[in-house]
């Protein structure tokens, strides 16, 4: 099945940094999409980015299928950022995820 | 704004009972999913669903797991008989198409006696 690889796995970093996340992954994807899991568990849905460039926020994200990664940007960032952020990717009807980036934001 | 429902969320059972976790997935939506993380670990794909059929389904989703759409509007997983290493997160997801957006659920807190 298709791999997924996160990185990198920790970062911690001071209120207000920027940062970016990547995901590479083995194969062509039909879908791929950014969660981040907030300390209660919840998966929360940040972008759904089979392709191309979007932007929420303080949130970006790039993906280049015919490269086969894909890139979350978090800019200025806060507290409540903290929490892991999962890629997940799907080639056929069975999303598989990475391992995630464990973030950590200090005040 | 629409979202997908789980209950219970939490669950505590003993080994060997059987349990069903149960979802309403967002109502127009036709393609519904069952994932599941064990503490620290992974989200992993159990199995995908459309028109009342499994699509996919994953090497961890073997003979003891199903899944039923009983009525209009409720997903179901069934576990017959429960082991320790059951115990996890499970999360139900749903989406309007294929390959498409998938929006997930709270979770159901599995835990395995």
């Known amino acids: 099945g298709i791999q997924v690889e996160q990185s990198p796995p920790d970062l911690i970093l001071q209120e207000g940094a920027n940062s970016t996340l990547r995901c590479n992954f083995s194969?062509?994807?039909?879908?791929l999409q950014w969660f981040h899991q907030n300390p209660w568990g919840q998966l929360i849905n940040l972008f759904y980015?089979?392709?191309g460039t979007k932007q929420n926020g303080r949130l970006s994200a790039t993906t280049v299928a015919t490269e086969r990664y894909s890139l979350l940007y978090i800019s200025s960032s806060q507290t409540t950022d903290s929490g892991v952020y999962f890629c997940?990717?799907?080639?056929?009807?069975?999303?598989?995820f990475g391992a995630g980036t464990r973030l950590t934001v200090k005040p | 704004e629409p979202e997908v429902t789980q209950t219970p969320s939490h669950q505590v059972t003993q080994m060997g009972q059987e349990v069903i976790l149960r979802c309403v997935p967002i109502s127009n939506h036709l393609y519904f999913y069952w994932y599941r993380q064990i503490l620290g670990q992974k989200v992993e794909f159990l199995v995908s669903?459309?028109?009342?059929?499994?699509?996919?389904k994953s090497e961890i989703f073997d003979d003891q797991f199903s899944v039923e759409r009983p009525d209009g509007s409720n997903f179901t997983l069934k576990i017959r008989s429960t082991k320790l290493e059951d115990s996890a997160m499970y999360f139900c997801?749903?989406?309007?198409?294929?390959?498409?957006?998938?929006?997930f659920g709270p979770g159901t807190r599995l835990t395995v006696t």
């Open positions: 997940a990717v799907d080639n056929n009807n069975d999303m598989r």
């Open positions: 980015i089979p392709s």
């Open positions: 194969d062509s994807v039909n879908n």
């Open positions: 997801a749903s989406s309007e198409r294929d390959p498409y957006e998938q929006y």
């Open positions: 669903f459309y028109n009342n059929e499994i699509s996919e």
